[in-house]
């Protein structure tokens, strides 16, 4: 019998409070395992982290997803990992869809995203958390 097919691929930005370097080597497994943890909790796949990617269901919205990884991961640095300095998130973050045939490029270049930031050989809107607007360029 058909189905439904549903596929909705969200790309997640977002970054540490004043883009500090919070996250650790000691720190970054154990709050990605959580990150994943939560994610798989709410019922989508996740597909790539550091950035993020995740295909998500329809019953999980892109705020509620948001809400849930950052305020659990950073419960999780802050309350059993207690670091040194106090782990926070930025407060916005940048929620972009990804069609299903850019699935394949946007992982590939999460997974080497450490590696473009060394090298500085970044993709401007895939780092992106907003979309800034030059003041001549703003609407009236």
């Given at each position: 019998m058909p189905r439904d097919t549903l596929a909705i691929y969200v790309h997640l930005v977002w970054a540490t409070w004043d883009r500090l370097p919070l996250?650790?080597?000691e720190i970054e497994r154990p709050l990605h395992r959580v990150i994943a943890s939560e994610a798989q909790k709410m019922g989508c796949t996740l597909l790539a982290l550091n950035n993020i990617l995740v295909r998500i269901p329809s019953t999980v919205t892109v705020a509620e997803l948001v809400k849930?990884?950052?305020?659990?991961?950073?419960?999780?640095?802050?309350?059993?990992?207690?670091?040194?300095?106090?782990?926070?998130?930025?407060?916005?973050?940048?929620a972009f869809s990804v069609s299903r045939w850019d699935v394949e490029?946007?992982?590939?270049?999460?997974?080497?995203?450490?590696?473009?930031?060394?090298?500085?050989?970044?993709?401007?809107?895939?780092?992106?958390?907003s979309e800034e607007v030059e003041p001549d360029q703003a609407p009236n």
């Open positions: 996250i650790t080597p849930q990884l950052k305020g659990a991961s950073s419960y999780f640095v802050n309350h059993i990992l207690k670091p040194d300095q106090l782990f926070k998130w930025q407060g916005f973050y940048g490029r946007i992982v590939a270049y999460i997974q080497r995203q450490k590696e473009h930031h060394e090298v500085g050989a970044l993709i401007p809107e895939l780092e992106s958390v």
